[in-house]
Nanobody
Framework: QMQLAESGGGLVQTGDSLRLSCSAS????????MGWFRHAPGKEREFVAG????????NYADSVKGRFTISRDNTKNLVYLQMNSLQPDDTAVYYC??????????????WGQGTQVTVSS
């Protein structure tokens, strides 16, 4: 059973940057698409960014394009989300997810526990 553990969240000010990390273990060598989601109070959980196993394909929510960058290091089983120009609307719990489907399949099989990101105005 794959386990995902996020880290790197915190309290920052508008315009600041943060880098989230997701450590994956127990994946039994499976080829996983990796993604980041977020869930803000009173809102639905939303997709933020995704990356294919090879790293050649990425997908971003319109709200974060140009500000957030997803990357991965398969040798270390790590996935990152670099977040720049953070805004109060980015405040949410951020979750790492892994799926055996393609980047656009919408199928996610494993989830982390989440890390809180709070952006003060």
């Amino acid at each position: 059973q794959m386990q995902l553990a996020e880290s790197g969240g915190g309290l920052v000010q508008t315009g600041d940057s943060l880098r989230l990390s997701c450590s994956a273990s127990g994946g039994s060598g499976g080829i996983y698409t990796m993604g980041w989601f977020r869930h803000a109070p009173g809102k639905e959980r939303e997709f933020v960014a995704g990356m294919s196993w090879s790293g050649q394909s990425t997908n971003y929510a319109d709200s974060v394009k140009g500000r957030f960058t997803i990357s991965r290091d398969n040798t270390k089983n790590l996935v990152y989300l670099q977040m720049n120009s953070l805004q109060p609307d980015d405040t949410a719990v951020y979750y790492c997810a892994a799926g055996l489907g393609s980047l656009y399949s919408g199928k996610w099989d494993h989830w982390g526990q989440g890390t809180q990101v709070t952006v003060s105005s």
